[in-house]
């Protein structure tokens, strides 16, 4: 399988969010608003690139008995790395994700790719699927975050431009729907993207 059609299944035809259906908690806890979405997205992608390769890398050595013992010690020094890093350079990010952001380390994703293909591939094809699957967590979440706040809130990018107030969007900021950045507003996104692309699959299996 080529890099391309890698990342089509990573983001599209294998999305670990969409499609496996799991890190569902920080899909659902960190997507009130798009930056909230990329940040968390980028700091998934970064460990998930790292831990990958790290481990590939020490896949002969580390005993079978204590491997998930070991991948998870692994990507906890990359979580804390990344952890302080955006505590010292972007606070109110690091902030505003709170505790889902050490939490990455028991992300089910993480971990998965962990034991799934990384303790039993070399080097570069690990980190392309890394690479992939952070991609495809990412879009997940850039996805809820984007009209999540959009309804919600009736802003895009709050946090980050108009002096923390974010994008105005006509008509959707003078008519929010306050109930889509709250937790129910996450599950009622997360359902009706589900049921699109269910959709657009079974209309795909019926041709």
């Known amino acids: 399988m080529n890099f391309k059609e890698q990342l089509k299944a990573g983001v599209i035809l294998n999305n670990p969010v969409f499609i496996q259906t799991i ?52 990507i906890a020094t990359f979580v804390t790395m990344i952890d302080l890093m955006m505590q010292a350079y972007l606070p109110d990010l690091a902030a505003s994700l709170g505790l889902f952001l050490p939490l990455i380390v028991v992300n089910c994703i993480i971990l998965g790719r962990a034991e799934a293909f990384a303790s039993k591939n070399k080097v570069l094809p690990s980190a392309l699927d890394g690479i992939v699957m952070g991609l495809g967590f990412t879009f997940a979440l850039v996805l809820m975050g984007f009209f999540r706040e959009l309804f919600g809130a009736g802003t895009i990018l709050s946090g980050y431009v108009n002096a923390g107030k974010g994008i105005a ?5 003078a008519n929010p729907a306050v109930m889509m950045i709250l937790p129910a507003g996450g599950f009622l996104m997360m359902g009706f993207i589900f049921a699109v692309i269910q959709k657009v699959m079974a209309g795909k299996e019926g041709k």
Do not use: E, Q, Y
């Open 23 to 74: 890190g569902l908690c920080p899909a659902l806890a960190t997507t009130t608003s798009l930056s909230n979405a990329i940040g968390m997205g980028a700091a998934a992608t970064v460990v998930l690139v790292c831990s990958n390769v790290v481990i590939s890398l020490l896949r002969r050595i580390i005993p079978d008995k204590v491997r998930i013992a070991a991948f998870i010690t692994i």
């Open 169 to 173: 969007v006509p008509f959707f900021n």
